[in-house]
Structures are given as C-alpha cells and as structure tokens.
C-alpha cells in the first residue's frame, strides 16, 4: 500500500514516515500544499495523510480540489488540537477521517489502517486472509492453513496485502508497481515478476494466476 504523507513540520513529517516505512508501507512525502495536490492527482494512492496548515496551499484548498475531480483517495486530516471547526470543515470538504495534533503514532497507524480496510471493501480489525492464506500483519509474516509462519520481506509483504485486499481481481504489473513502491524508488515494473515468483514459493504457485499480457489474479478462493 502507498501513502502520500503531506506535512510541512520537518521533524513530524521524517519520524512520521519512518514509522509508516516500519509498518510496510511505500511512503511518498511532501512538505508543500501545491506539490500535494499534483502528486495526489499524478500518482495511484491508497492514502493519503494531510496536514491542514500548509505552505504553497491549505490542505483544505488541495482536498477540494480532489474532490472536485473525483478523487476519492482516502484522507485522514491531520488538526490542530481542540480545533473542532478544522474537523467540521475537514470531513465536510471530504475526508474520510481526522485526527488532532499532537497525537501518538500508534493511533495514526490504527486509523490508517482501518481507513484503508474500508476503502477496500474489507472489515477494519479482521486478520486479512483469502482461503487458506492468512497474513499476520503485526510480524509481517505469512500462513497457509495449518503451515508454519513464513517471514516476508517489505516488497513481498506489500504485493502480498495488495493481493489479498484484491482477490479475485486482474492486477496489471503497472498497477501493482504503483501501489508497491513510492515515487523514488527504483520501480521497474519487471521486478514485480520477481516477487511474484518469491509468493508462488512461498504460498504455492497456484494461488497467483497469470493472465498473459494482463497481469496477475489472486485466486478468491
Ligand atoms: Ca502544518
């Protein structure tokens, strides 16, 4: 999963996305509202976390301006402790939820995560598992009915939660590069066929089918 981190406080937005890095997601960050908006329109997010006082543009300004286009990334607004109109105005311009400064990383985390599970389509605070493959999110490691647990690298652990929040799906390998890695990193969408194979040993090759010249569906059942 790829978020979009859009923080103009240095310190917040650095420790902020190492913690978001840590949890397995591919972070891209901004400091500047005008960059943010762009990016949110350019680039395939799964999430998007926004501060609201914001160099270049308010955050509130770059929500509109989304939803206005149809954007329906999912946001969470970053506020101003005790600042219940910031909240009204966020979640009126759009966002899907809010939480006020200073907060623990902890709760962001949790927030995000059920933010994204809803997105999705599936149950926030369910183990995330299609058949008989089942994904401990908190150890990033991976089960296959009574198998033993299996770690995953970062790569691995984000096309795998990307598979499994999507069975049943054509994932094209485009798609999945956008949604794996964040905008610096090296993202040659030939590799994707490498982690590909890296699942397949791991949770057995029939439950990634190949759609030649589509991408990759991951079996629903
Ligand atoms: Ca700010």
Do not use: C
Not at 16 to 44: F, H, I, K
């Amino acid at each position: 999963m790829r978020i979009l981190l859009v923080e103009d406080d240095v310190a917040l937005q650095r420790s902020l996305a190492a913690q978001l890095r840590r949890a397995a997601y591919a972070v891209d960050t901004v400091a500047d509202g005008v960059e943010a908006e762009y990016l949110g329109d350019e680039e395939a997010y799964d999430g998007v976390i926004l501060d609201l006082g914001l160099p270049g543009r308010p955050g509130l300004e770059v929500l509109r301006h989304w939803r206005s286009r149809g954007n329906r990334v999912p946001v969470l607004v970053l506020t101003a402790r005790d600042a219940w109109h910031e909240r009204v105005d966020g979640l009126k311009a759009g966002a899907d939820d809010y939480l006020g400064k200073p907060f623990h990383p902890e709760e962001l985390l949790a927030r995000l995560e059920a933010l994204l599970r809803r997105a999705s389509g599936a149950a926030p605070g369910e183990r995330l598992e299609v058949g008989e493959v089942v994904l401990d999110e908190d150890h990033q490691q991976v089960r296959v009915g009574a198998g033993p647990a299996q770690p995953l690298t970062a790569t691995e652990y984000r096309l795998l939660r990307y598979f499994l929040l999507h069975p049943g799906k054509v994932l094209s390998k485009q798609r999945l590069t956008d949604h794996v890695y964040a905008y610096d990193d090296d993202r040659d969408s030939n590799v994707i066929e490498v982690y590909v194979r890296r699942l397949r040993k791991k949770i057995g090759a029939e439950r990634i089918r190949t759609l030649r010249g589509q991408g990759y569906v991951f079996e629903a059942s």
